[in-house]
């Protein structure tokens, strides 16, 4: 089939396409459970109901009249090295089984990153079902998925537990407060709809617990229950599905109070993008009694997951004027290559005087580096490191005594952390 993208169209699902759609996504999902008449008919509603409210909020990709796939489409607010700035998201992309091969999920792609470049959306998101894709597609990973199962005694006690309850609807705002306390300072951060919220605490199967400090939540984790084994209907894994603090207090506090359930629960759950959580466990073993050679135990189970991909590298440059890169005062060109999106390759001189960047084209570049959009969109986000790239030849740079400069200048405090399910 031609490379040509023009036959395609990326539009908002239209309402006689609903019973298609569905169809598609069913069969692209089965654990979806879009299958039965009642469970089409409330999905249609739910497509209703967000087309009503925002257009391309479910998008089809359409040669001339036809459906061949579709995806959900997210707008999202991110906290980019400290710039709140436009990002969006895209979930559940499908293609009509009867069009596999086709090259309709690249059309798809190719047509959501024009959309976004053409509303100054820089940054696009995704949850790959198979990350190699959209690699391939120019998406960078981001920061790795640590799943831990500790047993409740390997928490720590010394926080205060004691301003530790039980949250219901009426402090629902004083936890939204929270997120947005920490979004605010948690570079890679995407802002929490109140909706997001209003599912957590409608949902009977979750609970919200918060650490109190006068009148505010200074932290909160939401948790479920699920069965330790099979008819042990009396012993369970408590899984922790959101644990945000903003202070040390909060965190111990909320730590020990997880440890005070230990009577009935026979491990705890964490998935946290924290490389530093074992620290916190007096015993980190995850209860597998594996052993990595020679003796290393296994400590937690790791994923790759969140992927990145900037979509106009020098408009990047542009709205992170105000971010500061490290505290580097150097010259740099970038020339990247992307061969899914052609217009965004090429090379750019920006100067960094303090960190703060500036589009310099004409201005001489103390060094130049070179790399694909997927690793330099890593880079951007302080999900990789430029010595990491370099080592693994992801990278180049036109002279190697100023590879450490350029790492600096690229690093961040902390890799980027994203607790939004899309």
């Given at each position: 089939?031609?490379?040509?993208?023009?036959?395609?169209?990326?539009?908002?699902?239209?309402?006689?396409?609903?019973?298609?759609?569905?169809?598609?996504?069913?069969?692209?999902?089965?654990?979806?459970?879009?299958?039965?008449?009642?469970?089409?008919?409330?999905?249609?509603?739910?497509?209703?109901?967000?087309?009503?409210k925002?257009?391309?909020?479910?998008?089809?990709?359409?040669?001339?009249?036809?459906?061949?796939?579709?995806?959900?489409?997210?707008?999202?607010?991110?906290?980019?090295?400290?710039?709140?700035?436009?990002?969006?998201?895209?979930?559940?992309?499908?293609?009509?089984?009867?069009?596999?091969?086709?090259?309709?999920?690249?059309?798809?792609?190719?047509?959501?990153?024009?959309?976004?470049?053409?509303?100054?959306?820089?940054?696009?998101?995704?949850?790959?079902?198979?990350?190699?894709?959209?690699?391939?597609?120019?998406?960078?990973?981001?920061?790795?998925?640590?799943?831990?199962?500790?047993?409740?005694?390997?928490?720590?006690?010394?926080?205060?537990?004691?301003?530790v309850?039980?949250?219901?609807?009426a402090?629902?705002?004083?936890?939204?407060?929270?997120?947005?306390?920490?979004?605010?300072?948690?570079?890679?951060?995407?802002?929490k709809?109140?909706?997001?919220?209003?599912?957590?605490?409608?949902?009977?199967?979750?609970?919200?617990?918060?650490?109190?400090?006068?009148?505010?939540?200074?932290?909160?984790?939401?948790?479920?229950?699920?069965?330790?084994?099979?008819?042990?209907?009396?012993?369970?894994?408590?899984?922790?599905?959101?644990?945000?603090?903003?202070?040390?207090?909060?965190?111990?506090?909320?730590?020990?109070?997880l440890?005070?359930?230990?009577?009935?629960?026979?491990?705890?759950?964490?998935?946290?993008?924290?490389?530093?959580?074992?620290?916190?466990?007096?015993?980190?073993?995850?209860?597998?009694?594996?052993?990595?050679?020679?003796?290393?135990?296994?400590?937690?189970?790791?994923?790759?997951?969140?992927?990145?991909?900037?979509?106009?590298?020098?408009?990047?440059?542009?709205?992170?004027?105000?971010?500061?890169?490290?505290?580097?005062?150097?010259?740099?060109?970038?020339?990247?290559?992307?061969?899914?999106?052609?217009?965004?390759?090429?090379?750019?001189?920006?100067?960094?005087?303090?960190?703060?960047?500036?589009?310099?084209?004409?201005?001489?570049?103390?060094?130049?580096?070179?790399?694909?959009?997927?690793?330099?969109?890593?880079?951007?986000m302080?999900?990789?490191?430029?010595?990491?790239?370099?080592?693994?030849?992801?990278?180049?740079?036109?002279?190697?005594?100023?590879?450490?400069?350029v790492?600096?200048?690229f690093?961040?405090?902390?890799?980027?952390?994203?607790?939004?399910?899309?």
């Open positions: 089939m031609a490379d040509d993208f023009t036959t395609s169209e990326l539009r908002p699902l239209l309402e006689r396409d609903f019973d298609t759609y569905i169809t598609v996504a069913d069969n692209a999902y089965p654990d979806a459970r879009l299958g039965t008449p009642e469970e089409r008919e409330k999905y249609r509603a739910v497509l209703a109901a967000r087309l009503a925002s257009p391309m909020s479910h998008v089809g990709i359409y040669r001339g009249e036809t459906l061949l796939g579709g995806a959900r489409l997210h707008d999202f607010v991110m906290n980019a090295r400290g710039t709140q700035i436009a990002a969006a998201g895209i979930g559940m992309v499908a293609v009509d089984l009867a069009h596999k091969k086709e090259h309709v999920a690249r059309d798809l792609m190719r047509a959501w990153l024009d959309y976004c470049r053409a509303h100054d959306v820089l940054f696009a998101l995704l949850y790959p079902f198979r990350p190699d894709f959209y690699k391939q597609m120019g998406f960078g990973y981001g920061t790795k998925m640590s799943q831990y199962r500790v047993r409740p005694v390997g928490l720590p006690q010394r926080g205060d537990r004691k301003k309850a039980l949250l219901g609807a402090e629902q705002e004083m936890v939204s407060d929270c997120y947005a306390r920490m979004q605010m300072r948690a570079h890679g951060l995407i802002r709809s109140d909706d997001a919220l209003d599912r957590v605490f409608s949902d009977h199967t979750k609970r919200v617990v918060g650490y109190r400090e006068g009148s505010d939540v200074r932290g909160y984790a939401v948790f479920s229950f699920t069965e330790a084994a099979a008819n042990q209907f009396l012993t369970y894994d408590l899984v922790v599905d959101e644990m945000v603090y903003e202070t040390r207090e909060a965190l111990l506090g909320l730590l020990a109070f440890r005070s359930q230990a009577d009935q629960i026979e491990r705890i759950v964490f998935n946290t993008q924290d490389d530093n959580f074992h620290l916190l466990l007096g015993d980190v073993r995850d209860g597998s009694q594996v052993l990595i050679p020679s003796v290393y135990h296994r400590s937690n189970a790791q994923g790759v997951g969140i992927m990145y991909r900037v979509t106009d590298v020098p408009r990047a440059f542009e709205l992170l004027h105000s971010a500061r890169f490290g505290e580097q005062s150097l010259t740099l060109r970038i020339t990247v290559a992307d061969s899914f999106l052609p217009e965004n390759a090429g090379s750019l001189t920006v100067r960094f005087g303090d960190g703060h960047p500036t589009i310099a084209q004409d201005a001489t570049a103390d060094v130049e580096i070179t790399l694909d959009i997927a690793e330099f969109s890593s880079l951007l302080g999900a990789a490191d430029f010595r990491s790239l370099y080592r693994y030849g992801l990278a180049e740079i036109s002279d190697a005594a100023l590879i450490e400069p790492t600096r200048l690093a961040t405090d902390e890799k980027p952390l994203c607790m939004t399910q899309f």
